[in-house]
T-cell receptor, first 113, second 114 residues
């Protein structure tokens, strides 16, 4: 079935470097995406979202890029800090079907001090 | 402001037993969604409750059921537990149904089925 998935399960970056976390989706009807951060022992936390009529959206130290042609989105974290260490999920909000929000598998980001 | 809380934190059950998990929504929120997160996976939508009524259900069997109370807190009940039910169960509250971009998650209940 159609799903939202991630290219890499783990990512290690040096503190201060930029991080890029990728996500591929297959549902061409997807029109809204959310990135979540999940720290150990906690529930997912909303980071940033993007609608399909946009190709870029910026937040504080984070940028999400959406490429509808290849069904790919990415989360860029600038100047990665130890507090950014977590599992990151992309999620796809759907208007059809009985599952409104579909999460990908997740990428674990480890920041090396 | 009180965040989303869940109880218990951890729970161990055996196959065939029944379990009830509880969630208190954030102040002012009338919608609660429940998710199952297996180890190493993303959360999977179980169902949502809005003003005490079920408002959408994912691909989970009927032995997964829920309730929402007048104060908008919620329960997730699972009957006839199976080994594959072992997971982190998350609830999330939001101001209204459909506000998935504005839902706040609790820390989850870790259920282990032996």
């Amino acid at each position: 079935g159609e799903n939202v998935g991630l290219h890499l399960p783990t990512l290690s970056v040096q503190e201060g470097d930029n991080s890029i976390i990728n996500c591929a989706y297959s549902n061409s009807a997807s029109d809204y995406f959310i990135w979540y951060k999940q720290e150990s022992g906690k529930g997912p936390q909303f980071i940033i979202d993007i609608r399909s009529n946009m190709d870029k959206r910026q937040g504080q130290r984070v940028t999400v890029l959406l490429n509808k042609t290849v069904k790919h989105l990415s989360l860029q974290i600038a100047a990665t800090q130890p507090g950014d260490s977590a599992v990151y999920f992309c999620a796809d909000l759907r208007n059809s079907g009985n599952t409104p929000l579909v999460f990908g598998k997740g990428t674990r980001l480890s920041v090396i001090a | 402001e009180t965040g989303v809380t869940q109880s218990p934190t951890h729970l161990i059950k055996t196959r065939g037993q029944q379990v009830t998990l509880r969630c208190s929504s954030q102040s002012g929120h009338n919608t609660v969604s429940w998710y199952q997160q297996a180890l190493g996976q993303g959360p999977q939508f179980i169902f949502q409750y809005y003003r005490e009524e079920e408002n959408g259900r994912g691909n989970f069997p009927p032995r997964f059921s829920g309730l929402q109370f007048p104060n908008y807190s919620s329960e997730l009940n699972v009957n006839a537990l199976e080994l594959d039910d072992s997971a982190l169960y998350l609830c999330a509250s939001s101001l209204s149904r459909g506000s998935y971009n504005e839902q706040f998650f609790g820390p989850g209940t870790r259920l282990t089925v032996l």
